[in-house]
């Protein structure tokens, strides 16, 4: 990795680290529906899949995936945070919202990249 890609990535992991923090900052329950992550991980999909569609659209250098993609979404994103809150709902007889729990994260964040795509070519074609 050079120099230049590096910066990308870091710039891109911190400012998504940052708003991952902002979000997790004040847990949001739903009853004992952890909310934070969830909406960390739809979020982060949606930008995803726009980001992507531009990517393409742009024909953008790799450096901007390092930094959106790979540096920003994967930041934002958390697939440890969503196991440990699966773990803690498991542990403490939760079945039906740890269902919830797995059902809504990856469900909406699949919805929510194919969303962010339709979207960015929706735009992007008119």
């Not at 708003?19 to 992550?37: A, D, E, G, Q």
Request: charge should be neutral; hydrophobic fraction near 50%.
């Amino acid at each position: 990795m050079k120099g230049i890609e590096f910066l990308f990535l870091g710039m891109g992991s911190i400012l998504g680290a940052f708003l991952r923090y902002k979000i997790s900052s004040s847990p949001l329950l739903f009853n004992t529906f952890p909310v934070n992550v969830l909406i960390e991980n739809i979020l982060g999909a949606f930008i995803l899949g726009a980001f992507i569609i531009l990517s393409q659209h742009w024909n953008l250098d790799g450096r901007y995936s390092l930094f959106a993609a790979v540096g920003f979404c994967g930041s934002l994103t958390t697939m440890s945070m969503f196991a440990l809150d699966s773990t803690n709902l498991l542990e403490n007889k939760h079945y039906y919202t740890l269902f919830l729990n797995i059902l809504a994260n990856i469900g909406l964040s699949i919805g929510a990249l194919i969303a962010g795509k339709t979207m960015m070519n929706s735009i992007l074609t008119n």
